[in-house]
């Protein structure tokens, strides 16, 4: 870099000073050589020390703007004779004007800098507001207040001021540099009176009118608190079953199902986050086939996901095309016989119609049971991917893959350390949640579940150069996960032989002799990550890529186009890049039809669509096999995916040992948060763009335009 540096600081556009750092300028001269795939020797360095001396001698005793001094790179380009240099790098500065007003919109002072939407979520859900509404805190006193909450707990086994101030500043950082999230409730309530920090419940239901609505009432405070819950409703009898103390006729789980949609579409979550729920009933109950269809309808149940809780027996009877019973619960007896193949293809034809129902495989579940002496498993969380007993719940929490990368390799160090402190953490919440129910408190200490989870699979893959429908790929998840999965194990026995096991550890899987104990019950989970994929600004959970490129819609009357930030890397770095390519994309979200880019380059980028349904099944499985908990993943379908791509789903999964599947089929709902349609003036009334909702967690933070 240049010598003798006469200024010694720049004004910030909201007038704080900082040094001045002539690296900063240099790196912005380089992206703008490369987003040009413009090469001149030293041309870059030569640039920055002409930038730098003119800056010396033109404001010398003065401090410049930020914007003065990007005045002075964009003459310097030009002066060079690098007019598309020039240009790159004033398309930028207009586009990072356009970020910057978009976030003043918003009303968020941003001082993380972070994307449009990530802005727009945390205003939403995340950021504290007064009494009157207005946003209080900035993301990074969020993140701070949550480090400070979840390190306190750490206070309890003897820790020290100084220690647990430590502690603090390691969780303040991976939040901070989004290497690790956890889940939303921790982010809304960590630091508040509510200060409930779990995502997952299940709640029991029994056949009683006492039990069914002191259960609902019970969701309603869950759901109040940013919480889902999951219920089977098998123990309830049967429609028409006799009810001994009237003598009348029983309407049945379907009925009170209706009647939990109905309040938790009144009950929103904390204001900020609608309730969700699981409803599972078992195969062999007598309701079985008005379950199974209870979706066909556009919006029946829309504030539930629905699974058929599916024994082994079933699923050998489907095979062997045999008769099975069905079973009134409040008896226990047979009442009649079903043909098990023609009730799994009714099962089929409901979710190709519209995604509902899933499968849960409830022997497999209680096979991994960890504390079979307290009681089997009967439901799962709204999304899956933690199975539970009654009154338990789980927190969750995700390391960011993308961050993990280095040199196109996976850093197992870095990785290694976010596993430790991510464990820590999560075990931390445990302590620091405040829980809405007494049963709820007593059941998440007795096994202290947590599970840590991954997002960022599919940028992690495309960083590595490996597609993700390709042996190589579900070779690395398998080595990924069983690595988080072993480094969790052996952290959660490092916090058991500092605070001692979960309570009930006698009798559980991990009682075993000769083996350590361990903290927790369980340790992994694979979550969907939802929201805060897009606050890390990472693809979603161990998803593919939903979209190369797409429209978001920000907020009302603001759209964003959004480009896979490696896809625009690779395409400078190749030289095919133009913005009417990344257009382009945006329309048609998938490039697998674009003769105009390269081969290689089409099938590292592929899209959720693109993946045959058998990969996102054997991805699924790969990860499974070193998760505790399950794993959320959906098996997405073109929309002219066929019934038996449905039913080679289900089989495929329950036969590589998955814990449950859930398909969609693209176009399957009314309403969905990916679609094909017009995007806009901007773009021309009669083009269509993939157009994503404010919330759609496809990940990406690198922000073309905003419209």
């Not at 193949?341 to 409901?350: C, G, K």
């Not at 495989?361 to 991917?385: H, M, V, W, Y």
Request: hydrophobic residues 40%; aromatic residues 8%; contains cysteine.
């Amino acid at each position: 870099m240049a010598e003798n540096i006469r200024i010694t600081h720049v004004r910030k556009r909201d007038g704080q000073l900082q040094p001045f750092d002539s690296t900063k300028i240099f790196d912005a001269v380089r992206k703008a050589f490369d987003a040009t795939n413009t090469a001149d020797g030293n041309a870059v360095q030569k640039i920055t020390e002409r930038v730098v001396k003119e800056l010396n001698e033109g404001w010398a005793g003065r401090t410049p703007g930020v914007e003065d001094i990007q005045d002075v790179v964009e003459r310097a380009l030009m002066d060079a004779g690098y007019v598309e240099v020039a240009k790159a790098y004033i398309l930028y500065r207009r586009e990072r004007t356009q970020v910057r007003e978009a976030k003043r919109l918003i009303g968020v002072i941003d001082d993380l800098k972070l994307g449009v939407n990530a802005v727009s979520v945390l205003k939403r859900r995340y950021l504290l507001r007064d009494d009157q509404g207005n946003v209080i805190e900035t993301p990074s006193q969020l993140f701070r207040r949550v480090a400070h909450t979840v390190a306190q707990p750490d206070a309890n086994y003897g820790a020290t001021e100084t220690e647990i101030q430590q502690v603090e500043e390691e969780f303040y950082r991976i939040m901070t540099e989004r290497e690790f999230l956890p889940n939303s409730p921790t982010l809304m309530n960590a630091g508040t009176d509510i200060c409930q920090l779990s995502a997952c419940f299940v709640l029991p239901i029994e056949d009683s009118i006492e039990s069914i609505f002191e259960t609902l009432k019970h969701a309603a405070l869950i759901h109040k608190t940013g919480g889902g819950t999951g219920f089977s409703f098998s123990r309830i009898r049967p429609r028409n079953d006799i009810v001994s103390t009237t003598k009348g006729a029983a309407s049945g789980p379907i009925s009170f199902m209706r009647i939990y949609n109905m309040a938790t579409e009144i009950v929103k979550q904390g204001g900020r986050r609608r309730g969700a729920n699981m409803g599972i009933l078992r195969i062999d109950h007598p309701d079985i086939l008005d379950f199974i269809t209870l979706k066909s309808k556009p919006g029946a149940l829309d504030n539930f996901n629905i699974s058929v809780g599916v024994t082994d027996h079933f699923m050998s009877a489907v095979k062997n095309k045999q008769d099975y019973d069905l079973v009134n619960p409040r008896t226990g007896t047979a009442t009649k016989k079903l043909n098990a193949h023609e009730v799994f293809e009714l099962i089929v034809s409901a979710a190709w119609q519209t995604g509902d129902p899933g499968l849960a495989f409830l022997d497999r579940i209680n096979e991994k049971n960890p504390t079979p002496q307290i009681g089997a498993i009967e439901s799962t969380n709204p999304c899956g991917e933690v199975p539970l007993l009654p009154y338990e719940a789980c927190t969750l929490g995700s390391i960011n893959l993308a961050k993990v990368v280095k040199n196109g390799e996976i850093d197992w160090e870095k990785l290694k350390e976010l596993v430790h402190r991510a464990v820590h953490f999560l075990d931390n919440v445990v302590d620091a949640s405040v829980y809405p129910l007494e049963q709820i408190e007593q059941a998440v200490h007795g096994n202290r579940k947590i599970g840590l989870g991954v997002m960022g699979f599919a940028d992690m893959l495309i960083k590595l150069g490996i597609p993700y429908d390709s042996e190589e790929a579900l070779a690395t998840a398998d080595r990924l996960m069983a690595f988080v999965s072993n480094e969790a194990k052996r952290t959660s026995q490092e916090l058991a032989d500092k605070r001692g096991p979960f309570p009930n550890f006698k009798g559980s899987i991990w009682d075993k002799a000769g083996e350590q104990p361990v903290r927790n019950a369980t340790l992994t989970s694979i979550a969907p990550t939802g929201t805060i994929s897009i606050i890390a600004g990472c693809s979603s959970g161990i998803e593919p890529l939903f979209a190369v490129a797409f429209v978001r819609e920000v907020m009302e009357g603001t759209r964003q186009t959004e480009v896979a930030h490696a896809f625009e890397q690779v395409a400078k770095e190749r030289g095919f890049y133009s913005r009417e390519l990344m257009i382009e994309v945006a329309r048609r979200g998938s490039i697998q039809n674009m003769d105009n880019i390269p081969e290689d380059v089409r099938n590292l980028f592929v899209t959720a669509f693109d993946v045959s349904p058998e990969w996102h099944v054997r991805m699924q499985a790969t990860f499974q096999r070193h998760v505790d908990n399950a794993v959320s993943k959906t098996i997405n379908l073109r929309h002219d995916a066929t019934i038996g791509d449905v039913r080679n789903s289900y089989m495929l999964a329950y036969e590589l040992g998955c814990k449950g599947i859930t398909v969609y089929r693209y176009g399957s709902k009314p309403e969905q948060v990916l679609y094909i349609g017009p995007a806009g003036a901007h773009a021309g009334e009669q083009d269509e763009a993939v157009i994503a909702g404010s919330e759609y967690s496809g990940g990406y933070s690198q922000a073309m335009n905003s419209f």
